[in-house]
Structure formats: structure tokens, C-alpha cells
T-cell receptor
Framework: NAGVIQTPRHKVTGKGQEATLWCEPI?????VFWYRQTIVQGLEFLTY????????DSGMPKERFSAQMPNQSHSTLKIQSTQPQDSAVYLC???????????FGSGTRLTVL | GQQVQQSPASLVLQEGENAELQCNFS?????MQWFYQRPGGSLVSLFY???GTKHSGRLTSTTVIKERRSSLHISSSQTTDSGTYLC???????????FGGGTRLTVRP
């Protein structure tokens, strides 16, 4: 069991470019979560899926952020027209059924210049 | 206002000392979890503890729902315990976790 896999580990983009972050949850886990971590804001919830269906995206900035889960083996977080304030570590987590125990990936550190 | 507050924000110990980390919350609780994070590292789940007391090695977690608090006790601290400890709660089954700001622990040899 390789755990939750996130790629890339680091991504540097120029302002206005698009960034796509990938997450492979633990096999058999039905819930997938995306969080963002910064020094100032700490850990912030973005969105989550259960059985591939979007359940709660209340934490997602509405205009430039989107997340998909096309199949049970991966989810993507896409940020269009990236801005410097999007710089953060983006964390993906999965759980077997509910939020009882979350297993986090190592994160993708996004730097927008 | 902030739903989950942790204290202290930072703590420095000498190796061998004990630590008590606090997590206070202002909303109803369905689940409470404690996580550990090394600098630049991922989060590792320590406890899923919505109520009562749980033990794991030198760690003990106690959640008292009616007092809206949870604590993490570390006994006989070691330098490898250094890092950030985060509590997180959800108020609906399967819903998002709301994290506290964390306690940054430094254990000196």
C-alpha cells in the first residue's frame, strides 16, 4: 500500500498560467478530500468526493478552481489563471468510508511567480 | 469566529518532559482527530477520538464533548516528537474536517 500519491511534488508556474494537481487515493477508499495549507491560513478545506461524486465544494474559490474525480483511482485539482496568492501546499487525503480517519498524501507545493 | 482553537501555539521542552496540548471547539462534534506533521512533511493520523480516552504508546488523547475540548498528552518526550500537532473536527458524519492552528512542539536534547 503506497498510501495517497500526489504529483507533482513541486510545481512552479507563472502568473496567469494553469496548474493541474493529481491525486491517487488509497485503493478501496471511497472518500477523497482536497485541502490547502499556508503559513498564514493554516489548513483549509477545499472540496471532497464520495464514490466519485462531488459532495461539498464550499471551500473552493469559485472562479478559477475546479476539481474532478473521473474514476475511483484519481482526482485532479485544476487552477486556472494562477495568482501569487494561490501559492500553497495542496494536500489530498482519502478515507475508507467517512472522515473517521484521513490518510494524507505528501502534498504538492505550488509556487506562483 | 474560529471554530477550533489550539493551545499553546508553540512549546519547547527538554527531552523527558511531558506535554499537554489542548484543543477547544465551539461547534457540535461528530468526530475529533489528532494529526502530526513534520516540517515539510505530510500529516499522519495519531488518533480518531470523538469521545473518551485513547492511548497509543507515549501518547494519550482525551475528548470531553460536553466541555468542548480535546487534549493530547505526550509523556517522556523525545527529540523525534518535534513537529506540529493539529486537531481537527467534523460536525457531520463524513463531512469536512476543520483544523486548528496547530501546536509547534520542539523537544531539545
Amino acid at each position: 500500500n503506497a498510501g495517497v500519491i500526489q504529483t507533482p511534488r513541486h510545481k512552479v508556474t507563472g502568473k496567469g498560467q494553469e496548474a493541474t494537481l493529481w491525486c491517487e487515493p488509497i485503493s478501496g477508499h471511497s472518500a477523497v478530500f482536497w485541502y490547502r495549507q499556508t503559513i498564514v491560513q493554516g489548513l483549509e478545506f477545499l472540496t471532497y468526493f464520495r464514490n466519485q461524486a462531488p459532495i461539498d465544494d464550499s471551500g473552493m474559490p469559485k472562479e478559477r478552481f475546479s476539481a474532478q474525480m473521473p474514476n475511483q483511482s484519481h482526482s485532479t485539482l485544476k487552477i486556472q489563471s494562477t495568482q501569487p496568492q494561490d501559492s500553497a501546499v495542496y494536500l489530498c487525503a482519502s478515507s475508507p468510508d467517512s472522515a473517521e480517519t484521513l490518510y494524507f498524501g505528501s502534498g504538492t507545493r505550488l509556487t506562483v511567480l | 469566529g474560529q471554530q477550533v482553537q489550539q493551545s499553546p501555539a508553540s512549546l519547547v521542552l527538554q527531552e523527558g518532559e511531558n506535554a499537554e496540548l489542548q484543543c477547544n471547539f465551539s461547534t457540535s462534534l461528530n468526530s475529533m482527530q489528532w494529526f502530526y506533521q513534520r516540517p515539510g512533511g505530510s500529516l499522519v493520523s495519531l488518533f480518531y477520538n470523538p469521545s473518551g480516552t485513547k492511548h497509543s504508546g507515549r501518547l494519550t488523547s482525551t475528548t470531553v464533548i460536553k466541555e468542548r475540548r480535546s487534549s493530547l498528552h505526550i509523556s517522556s518526550s523525545q527529540t523525534t516528537d518535534s513537529g506540529t500537532y493539529l486537531c481537527a473536527l467534523s460536525n457531520n458524519a463524513g463531512a469536512k474536517l476543520t483544523f486548528g492552528g496547530g501546536t509547534r512542539l520542539t523537544v531539545r536534547p
